[in-house]
């Protein structure tokens, strides 16, 4: 017999031939069945892709098989949706044999949300569960209710709520909230995130709640039922902020009809959010049942005239369904009940306690109740006025299993006491009069002593009687002896007299001995990488003797304080020295700090400021800075010069130092008490100005070079440095028949060559000091001010001398301007920046003192200075900020070539010059 061998495709269609001589018959078509899992009934399309021919197309009940398939068809099965299960994916089968495909439906969890109506099975639904409404917080809808039966909600939404509509966005700009984002109309609505269930006979049981299962987007978010008043597409948020410090923010996303509308709700601590939901939302219903507790309502106040009882009409109900005895009781000694004991059982039941009562009476209902007549008697001999006291009710085991409130008053004939005020302070070794006002009840008259229980051991007061007729104020005088142990005290102040007495109970506070602490410095700081000390003074008045620690807070970053331990007596202050030390990196500007002690009296809370100022470093000269002057690295000083014993002359001693105080040239250059330093990027001019004008070149390297004696005439207004060309601007003074005219010129050193400059300086009539001249740091471009009202400010080319005017009446008393043109002008607290187009941009707030110019590093950061600090002011944002650093007492400031300013100045009282480079 001869052995064939089949291809392995064939493997799985057939057995081995082995029942040799018989051929192979090849199977001529296939079939293909359809099976429906999870459902009995499903729409369902197949479609032979092979031929493109479409064998079925409609509802498919349990299966179906397709015969007669030509083997190798391939065929497409695609399963429709049905409601409550979820959608098999399409099936794509090749049959190179006969097969099956099944198609598994499984049920979706919960119910579909529906947008008005609630529906669905309720886990946990509590015994008697009759009718269900619509709630939130203390608002029901009346207009929309439904029975509950077979442990499952069906509550119909047909008509609009009975509450009040309110807007959905807050309105106005008067509110504690704002919004934020779009919203086609703003409708008025009304919300409700739960169903409340009642008895037939209306007793509150619990609230049902509705929780997405699927659709939703908010973890554990709820389902809530919205009315609008019209249709509206809302999406934003809504941030409230509200006195007590409390916020909340509301997401809002909704599309809305006009009616009743199905949201998604998502309530945090201080976030809600509100969803409209898509078709594919779907939900559980969860009861949560009320507790089982009693009210009592009085319908009235319990008022006593005279020893007998009172009968005062009231109501118990009977919250969650309670049932059972209760016994009743109150909080006031002396003051009962009667009937002692109450049966409350189902035929009584019902549930119009504190909360509740609101709540049905919303729903305009009066539900059955327990209505009896509670009998109050007294047996205190005082007179009282209570408002509010308790009813407790107690179960038969004794747990309270709920309460009421109500007021109580008792006027029989005698008097009436109370502390004025019921609360009193003082200190152990101090004294306190005690004030009680007193008053007839009924005309009485009489002599009353007064006296006062409750005293801790260290404290006593003597007894004060006084004859009271109509109304009396009394001062019981309280005593300490210093040794009563801090704390809060219940007190009980007494009236008596010959028959009649009346009580008033209060509380004393003996507050623990206390230090007082103020700091006693001027100008309290401390520099980067240095220690400074901070004086307090310690003092007390209320007995405090003995040590105690000192201490501050809210020092800035970087700056650290250490406590000292000082011990103080009664009736002396002392200071104490506490140490600050401050980081290289301690954050610079000012900040408020306060001063504290574990005996320091609670009511106060001393407080100054604390200036955190750059690293400083002490300059190589004698005496005050006078002079201060850009350089190619560090800044040139001078400080008061001297007659040169020698040769006669007055000299100045020119000096360049580095950020650390180092000098780094050092020259003596002929002067007067006129002396001015202009920089030139690389070397400082030092001209004389008293008497023919004297200018002497003193380089980077400290080389002296005595320049050409140039004719400035009367100088009104020079630069403080030359520009790109070398040259110094200044501003000639011209005197005719006692009229003076004013000229801009130029001076170039090196040649002593004086140019006029084309300016129109017409209507100028004088000049302040040499701060009319700023320029950008490649000394290219220059803006000049001339002062008056409203003053002229032009910006000039210093290549070309081509000025042009700046059209505004913007006041400027500084000005600085970038390499590339942008111009920045400072009056008083406002900083002002010129547009491309001529426009001006005033930023009102923004403090710079006198504007330095931009730093050499960084082109979005403009320099100021005052006599008492520097200005870093940020232009890089929409409106600039300014940071003040204090110093001191300013001597002057220079752009340091690496970035920062370099300013030398001077503390208060010792008057020593430091530098320091603030970056």
């Known amino acids: 017999m001869k052995r064939f061998q089949l291809p392995t495709a064939m493997l799985g269609l057939t057995v081995l031939l082995t029942a040799c001589p018989q051929p192979a018959t090849p199977e001529a078509t296939v079939s293909l069945s359809v099976v429906l899992s999870g459902v009995n009934n499903a729409p369902v399309r197949v479609t032979n892709t092979t031929s493109g021919t479409v064998l079925f197309d409609g509802a498919l009940e349990s299966g179906k098989s397709f015969t007669g398939l030509a083997k190798g068809a391939v065929l497409k099965v695609d399963p429709g949706s049905v409601n409550g299960f979820t959608t098999p994916a399409a099936q794509t089968v090749t049959l190179d044999t006969s097969k099956t495909v099944t198609l598994d439906y499984k049920a979706l969890a919960g119910t579909a949300v529906q947008q008005n109506r609630i529906q669905g099975a309720v886990s946990d639904l ?3 569960s009759a009718i269900s409404v619509l709630s939130q917080g203390s608002e029901v809808d009346t207009n929309n209710q439904s029975a509950v039966s077979g442990g499952a909600l069906g509550l119909s939404l047909s008509r609009a709520p009975s509450v009040p509509l309110g807007p959905l966005l807050p309105t106005g ?3 504690s909230c704002r919004f934020t984002g779009t919203g086609s109309v703003n409708p008025n609505v009304a919300l409700f995130s739960r169903v409340s269930l009642l008895s037939s006979k209306l007793d509150y049981l619990g609230t049902v709640t509705e929780t997405l299962v699927a659709g939703g987007t908010v973890s554990g978010s709820q389902v809530a039922r919205l009315y609008s008043d019209r249709a509206a597409t809302v999406q934003g948020t809504v941030n409230c902020q509200f006195p007590d410090g409390a916020t909340l923010k509301v997401d809002i996303d909704l599309t809305l009809t006009a009616g009743w509308n199905a949201v998604e709700y998502a309530a945090g601590q201080d976030q809600l959010t509100l969803r409209t939901l898509g078709s594919g939302a779907r939900s559980v219903l969860k009861a949560t049942r009320a507790p089982g507790e009693v009210s009592v309502s009085l319908a009235g106040p319990v008022e006593f005239t005279s020893d007998a009882a009172v009968a005062v009409a009231a109501s118990i109900y009977q919250d969650g369904g309670y049932t059972g005895q209760i016994s009743l009781s109150t909080d006031v000694p002396g003051l009962t009940i009667e009937p002692g004991t109450v049966t409350l059982t189902a035929a009584t039941l019902s549930s119009q306690g504190a909360q509740t009562a609101a709540y049905l009476r919303h729903l305009g209902l009066h539900p059955q109740r327990l209505d009896t007549t509670l009998t109050f008697r007294y047996s205190g001999e005082s007179n009282l006025n209570l408002a509010p006291f308790q009813i407790v009710a107690r179960d038969t085991a004794g747990k309270q299993v709920g309460n009421g409130y109500g007021t109580v008053s008792v006027t029989r004939p005698g008097l009436s006491v109370m502390l004025c005020p019921p609360n009193a302070q003082m200190f152990p070794s101090g004294t306190l009069e005690l004030s009680v006002c007193a008053s007839s009840v009924g005309g009485y008259t009489g002599a009353v002593t007064y006296t006062v229980a409750g005293l801790p051991a260290g404290l006593s007061a003597a007894p004060v009687t006084a004859t009271l007729n109509g109304a009396s104020y009394v001062t019981l005088k309280v005593t300490g002896d210093g040794t009563v142990k801090p704390g809060t005290y219940p007190i009980t102040v007494t009236g008596t007299s010959a028959d009649k007495s009346a009580s008033a109970t209060g509380e004393l506070t003996v507050r623990a001995p206390t230090v007082n602490l103020s700091f006693s410095g001027y100008e309290l700081s401390v520099s980067q990488g240095e220690t400074a000390s901070i004086p307090v003074m310690v003092s007390t008045s209320n007995g405090f003797s003995g040590p105690t620690t000192v201490a501050l807070t809210d020092l800035p970053a970087g700056v650290t304080a250490t406590p000292k331990t000082v011990t103080v ?6 200071q104490v020295m506490v140490p600050v030390q401050a980081s290289a990196s301690a954050a610079l500007g000012n900040t408020t700090i306060k001063v504290t002690s574990p005996n320091l009296d609670p009511f106060t809370s001393p407080t100054a400021t604390l200036s955190v100022r750059p690293a400083r470093a002490a300059l190589p000269v004698q005496g005050p800075v006078r002079r201060l002057a850009q350089a190619s690295s560090g800044a040139w000083i001078t400080t008061d010069g001297a007659v040169d014993s020698a040769t006669g002359q007055y000299q100045y001693q020119v000096t360049r130092v580095s950020a650390s105080g180092q000098a780094l040239t050092s020259a003596s250059a002929p002067g007067s008490t006129s002396m001015r330093l202009i920089s030139t990027g690389d070397g400082v001019l030092a001209v004389s100005m008293d008497g023919p004008v004297v200018a002497t070149l003193v380089s980077d390297a400290g080389a002296i070079t005595t320049l050409p004696t140039p004719q ?12 790109s060309q070398g040259r110094v601007w200044f501003v000639r003074r011209t005197d005719n028949a006692g009229a003076a005219t004013y000229s801009m010129n130029t001076w170039t050193p090196a040649t002593g060559a004086v140019t006029p400059v084309t300016l129109n300086l017409a209507g100028v009539s004088s000049f302040y000091g040499n701060q009319n001249f700023f320029f950008s740091p490649n000394r290219q471009q220059l803006v ?10 032009y910006r000039i080319d210093t290549a070309t001398q081509q000025a042009t005017k700046v059209d505004t009446t913007v006041q400027a008393s500084s000005a600085a301007i970038s390499d590339n043109g942008a111009l920045w002008l400072s009056a008083y607290n406002t900083l002002s920046r010129v547009n491309a187009d001529g426009t001006v941009t005033q930023f009102d707030g923004v403090s710079t003192g006198q504007l330095t110019g931009f730093d050499l590093s960084s082109s979005t950061t403009l320099w100021g200075q005052d006599t008492s600090g520097v200005y870093r002011v940020d232009v890089s944002a929409a409106k600039p900020t300014s940071t003040f650093i204090s110093l ?9 070539a690496s970035g920062g300013l370099l300013t030398v100045w001077s503390e208060t009282y010792t008057g020593a010059s430091s530098i320091s480079l603030v970056k």
């Open 126 to 128: 509590p015994a008697g």
């Open 173 to 175: 700009t008067a509110g």
């Open 569 to 574: 007596t009664p009736g002396g202050s002392t």
């Open 712 to 723: 400035l005439g009367g100088v009104a207004a020079m630069s403080s440095s030359t520009d």
């Open 784 to 793: 000049f001010l001339a002062p008056g009202y409203p003053g002229l400010i």
């Open 888 to 896: 001191g007492n300013v001597t002057g400031a220079a752009l340091n």
